[in-house]
């Protein structure tokens, strides 16, 4: 295989899993990078989703003492385990429905430097709008959320589908409203991240199969080691830096970003 798309591949996916766990979109960063190394074909596209894997292996490393706790307690019919897992899939199901219907749209007509670049501006100015607000957190652990609770983290997750609005960020910024503490809130960020990203590899391989060889096996490799890595110490990082500190620089960087984008549009610097 081409040396070159291995290159490409590395460096993609090493901003996939710097940039999935953080509230700046990993979807809207693959996009513009995936445009200025021209690699956003059909089959580039199917790529920028399948090395998600990589990232929800360093979510699933990370936590695994959890993990494997929630599971003992799921065979031994523990209640809070059953209830951890029922809101993870209850928080699921919008994103299940609403992605099987916008799918393909979605795809065809968002995937491109413009709309992240609107969606990124957008979603830090929120983000500041939440930041500013005074909420009162009564929800101390993933344990104590109701499914109600669940089901209100789930739409807020299934805005992301937006390319650029930034999965996690969605999600947190979410909980936060809702009443979860902010630790809890990126926390279950990171959990339901898991069968959202896979459920989402998976339907995307289902329907792009054909777009792919055997030759592409080493493309994929290296992007998912890179993303593995890279997320395993954003994720690190983020859950010291929530200790004391607040988003406002994230929605920042999301606003000057987007703009960039526009203003290089614009200009005729790049050719989007």
């Not at 700046?24 to 995936?34: K, R």
């Not at 703009?259 to 614009?266: I, K």
């Amino acid at each position: 295989m081409d040396t070159t798309l291995l290159i490409i591949a590395f460096i993609l996916g090493i901003i996939e899993g710097l940039t999935e766990f953080l509230p700046i979109s990993s979807t809207g960063h693959l996009i513009i990078a995936g445009d200025l190394l021209h690699f956003n074909d059909e089959r580039g596209k199917v790529f920028m989703i399948v090395i998600q894997l990589g990232a929800i292996l360093a979510v699933v490393w990370e936590f695994r003492a959890m993990l494997l706790t929630v599971t003992r307690g799921l065979m031994v019919r523990e209640p809070v385990a059953w209830r951890f897992a029922s809101n993870l899939l209850v928080a699921l199901m919008p994103a299940v429905v609403l992605g099987l219907i916008f799918h393909h749209w979605i795809k065809t007509y968002l995937f491109n430097p413009y709309t992240v670049a609107f969606a990124l501006i957008v979603g830090g100015l929120v983000i500041l709008w939440v930041e500013k607000r005074a909420f009162h957190p009564h929800i101390k652990s993933a344990e104590d959320m109701r499914w109600q609770d669940a089901i209100k983290i789930g739409f807020a997750q299934s805005v992301a589908m937006f390319p650029g609005v930034s999965r996690s960020g969605a999600t947190i910024m979410g909980g936060m409203i809702f009443g979860l503490e902010r630790r809890v809130a990126t926390e279950f960020s990171f959990f339901l991240a898991i069968p959202t990203m896979f459920g989402a590899t998976v339907l995307d391989l289902y329907k792009n199969w054909h777009l792919l060889s055997v030759t592409d096996l080493p493309m994929f490799a290296v992007g998912l080691i890179g993303a593995f890595v890279s997320a395993y110490l954003a994720i690190t990082a983020l859950l010291k830096f929530i200790s004391n500190h607040t988003f406002v620089g994230f929605a920042w960087y999301r606003i000057a970003f987007g703009l960039l984008v526009l203003v290089t549009a614009y200009s005729g610097v790049i050719e989007w």
